[in-house]
């Protein structure tokens, strides 16, 4: 499951997370949403990743919501930062305004079952990459250096990350965006014909067991 542990966060304070390994992981996702914190009135809005064993912690910041997960090093970048992007949408269109002042563990009860969710999801279902490869563009374009955790929990040295800055996002967004909107009408279409189809196939074996009880193609003995 490359996907272990997610946490929704203003600043430092955590406003829902779920967790599925045993581990410090929580610990640990604290130390990097206080770098981040301390980082963002010169940062702004980011994409930063930091290593820690066998694991990276990926984390997006925009708008004063920190989305951050733990995951296995062999998943990559695509899948976490596109479960980011995911989980930021799905919280602030939940929440909206409320986010910003909330207090901690605020949306945990409610909004934890959603990170259980599509931690599962990002982790597990095929579907989910073949969504990641129309996302894959945004990804290929974040310059995301990785940085060892032991720096922030041990020696207290400064970790220097690139960071991204929405700006230089904008025309890849678009682009985007208008690529999911086509998936989204591919989909949709092919639904409408396939219910189309269904609805014509009933009612052609409705008309075949017409003719068989009616004795004929004129149905006969039913219309009199």
């Known amino acids: 499951m490359p996907i272990l542990y997610a946490v929704v966060a203003r600043g430092t304070v955590v406003l829902a997370e779920f967790n ?38 990926h984390a997006k910041r925009t708008d004063g ?28 269109k939940k929440y909206g305004r409320a986010c910003h002042t909330a207090l901690a563990y ?21 579907s989910a ?33 690139l960071a991204d800055k929405t700006a230089h996002m904008q025309g890849t967004t678009m682009r985007f965006k208008r690529q999911a909107r086509r998936f989204r009408n591919t989909v949709w279409w092919r639904n409408v014909k396939l219910t189309v189809a269904l ?3 009933l009612l052609v074996i409705i008309y075949i067991v017409l003719v068989f009880v009616c004795h004929g193609f004129t149905l006969p003995s039913c219309i009199r």
Do not use: W
Not at 66 to 82: K, Q
Not at 106 to 123: A, C, H, I, P, T
Not at 131 to 157: A, T
């Open 20 to 57: 599925s390994t045993q581990g410090n992981a929580g610990a640990i996702a604290r130390k990097v949403l206080e770098k981040i914190a301390s980082q963002a009135s010169t940062d702004g809005d980011s994409h930063l990743s930091y290593s820690q064993d066998r694991y990276v912690f």
């Open 65 to 92: 919501i920190t989305v951050l997960c733990m995951a296995d090093d062999t998943s990559g970048r695509r899948i976490p930062f596109a479960f980011l992007e995911e989980i930021h949408s799905r919280f602030v």
């Open 106 to 126: 605020g949306m945990n009860d409610e909004f934890s079952r959603v990170l259980s969710q599509q931690m599962d999801y990002y982790s597990n279902d095929p």
């Open 129 to 161: 990459d073949r969504m990641n490869r129309i996302k894959g563009e945004m990804s290929q374009v974040r310059n995301v250096m990785i940085e060892n955790i032991d720096k922030v929990l041990e020696r207290g040295e400064r970790l220097e990350v």
């Open 199 to 201: 609805i014509f196939l």
